[in-house]
């Protein structure tokens, strides 16, 4: 027997918000890299913030991903489920909820090291 999935909505206006936090992220880990990694060499990157860099940019570039997929592909299940219930909002399982609060953390985690180690600062002027 299937278990029948638990879906959830978030409100359409702070879902584009983590979406537009993670565009940020994803300009900045971006710009940092090309910056970066323009004035050393390879065999040196293992001595910089370049790893640090690199692993940040994974998990932002990870997490873009699965919101985008998450927005602009439903499955032809979450797709009836919105048109039968007449929902506004995203819809979410439980999963995709557990995934983007893991990924929210693990972002801010890796800020928080770029900050703590190489005093890289996400903040955009």
Same mark, same amino acid.
């Given at each position: 027997?299937?278990?029948?999935? @638990?879906?959830? =909505?978030?409100?359409? !206006?702070?879902?584009?918000?983590?979406?537009?936090?993670?565009? /940020? %992220?994803?300009?900045?880990? /971006? @710009?940092?890299?090309?910056?970066? +990694?323009? %004035?050393? /060499?390879?065999?040196?990157?293992? !001595? =910089?913030?370049?790893?640090?860099?690199?692993?940040? $940019?994974?998990?932002?570039?990870? $997490?873009?991903? +699965?919101?985008?997929?998450?927005?602009? #592909?439903?499955?032809?299940?979450?797709?009836?489920? +919105?048109?039968? #219930?007449? +929902?506004?909002?995203?819809?979410?399982?439980?999963? %995709?909820?557990?995934?983007?609060?893991?990924?929210?953390?693990?972002?801010?985690? @890796?800020?928080?090291?770029?900050? /703590?180690?190489?005093?890289? %600062?996400?903040?955009?002027?």
């Amino acid at each position: 027997m299937q278990k029948k999935v @638990q879906y959830y =909505t978030m409100v359409f !206006e702070k879902f584009m918000e983590i979406m537009s936090n993670n565009a /940020s %992220d994803y300009y900045v880990i /971006s @710009q940092l890299l090309k910056e970066t +990694i323009g %004035d050393k /060499s390879v065999e040196k990157w293992e !001595e =910089t913030e370049i790893p640090d860099l690199m692993e940040t $940019f994974v998990v932002v570039r990870a $997490f873009r991903d +699965i919101l985008e997929n998450k927005i602009n #592909h439903p499955t032809k299940e979450e797709t009836e489920f +919105i048109v039968k #219930h007449n +929902i506004k909002d995203v819809l979410l399982t439980e999963e %995709d909820l557990m995934k983007i609060q893991g990924y929210v953390m693990t972002v801010q985690e @890796q800020k928080n090291i770029l900050f /703590s180690k190489h005093n890289l %600062d996400f903040t955009l002027h």
